[in-house]
């Protein structure tokens, strides 16, 4: 978790500097829609804020809410190691609770994302990890459980559609598709934004890509391979770069070819960078037990939730 919060310290200064340097090219529409108006007016006390995740703009909220769920994670895997049943079902009930009650959640931490909701996406990887990764069984798929995913996936994506489609003028209003739009916001893990996780999740458990598989072996897999065992390195350095981007279209407004450019140099930048830890963590002496460790098993920061669109 150390080096998580050394991360998003790091992250902090870089991004609070950029943004502050080039406040004129951003303009007050950009700094708006960051939630970036407490660094424009009182820069340290936007830091000080941010030190003790009180204050976390653009993605630096993906990196504390990660944080603070790493720090559950010890008594999350202890409990569903002895009691598992209750341990997902309290996670169940805390989830539902912050759905529910927008107002449930930890008072001045993580201020976009409540971590009594997001515990639960979690708690589930964690018990995959430990029942299918840890023990060595074999995830065979149900196929009466891939239709129900399938057609989660296509409600969900329907729902979507209308809700969008009713919000324009003249156009007709989906009330509980207000109501299940309203629970997800304030940084909650909403029932529709869940069960489309879980479901899409399941189908790719199913029919993907297992760790073994030939193509993952092929050299067009290998980026995606180094950035995932480097998610934190590269997450990083992508939301600096995103800054670095923000700045460039706000300033020169570039034409389509100029924005794929730019966002393909981005990627290739971070790239670049997981190859590069890659090699370096090859080059470690295989006896060195810290870093055998440290390389050991799958990564768990592959189950940092998304922000949604």
């Known amino acids: ?31 708006a829609a960051n939630d970036l108006g407490l660094l424009l007016a009182e820069p340290t006390r936007a830091f000080l804020a941010a030190v003790f995740l009180r204050y976390t703009p653009q ?19 202890l409990g569903l190691r002895r009691v598992r049943s209750l341990t997902l079902g309290v996670s169940a009930a805390l989830w539902i609770t912050a759905t529910l009650v927008p107002e449930f959640r930890p008072p001045n ?20 990890g430990e029942h299918y990764y840890i023990s060595g069984k074999a995830f065979r798929a149900v196929r009466g459980v891939v239709v129900v995913c399938a057609l989660i996936i296509v409600a969900n994506a329907l729902a979507r559609a209308l809700y969008d489609f009713g ?21 909650n893990e909403a029932f529709p934004r869940l069960t489309h996780f879980l479901a899409v999740a399941y189908i790719f458990a199913a029919y993907g890509w297992r760790r073994d598989a030939p193509a993952l072996r092929r050299a067009w897999a290998r980026p995606l391979i180094w950035c995932g065992q480097h998610s934190l390195e590269v997450f990083c350095v992508g939301v600096v770069l995103s800054d670095v981007i923000a700045v460039y279209f706000q300033k020169m407004q570039p034409n389509v070819g100029y924005q794929l450019l730019a966002n393909g140099a981005g990627m290739a930048v971070m790239v670049m960078l997981a190859r590069s830890l890659a090699q370096r963590q090859r080059m470690i002496p295989a006896a060195s037990p810290g870093r055998r460790g440290r390389s050991a098993g799958p990564s768990m920061t592959a189950l940092t939730p998304q922000r949604a669109a």
């Open 109 to 128: 931490l993580v201020a976009n994302f409540n971590p009594l909701s997001w515990q639960f996406l979690f708690c589930i990887g964690l018990w995959v």
């Open 59 to 77: 993605y630096l909220d993906i990196l504390s809410l990660y944080m603070v769920l790493v720090a559950l994670a010890p008594a999350l895997i």
């Open 1 to 31: 978790m150390l080096e998580i919060y050394l991360g998003y310290l790091l992250v902090a200064v870089l991004t609070f500097t950029l943004v502050r340097c080039c406040r004129d090219a951003l303009g007050a529409e950009y700094f």
């Open 167 to 187: 919000r324009g003028p003249g156009h007709f209003q989906v009330m509980l598709l207000d109501e299940l739009r309203v629970a997800s916001v304030g940084g």
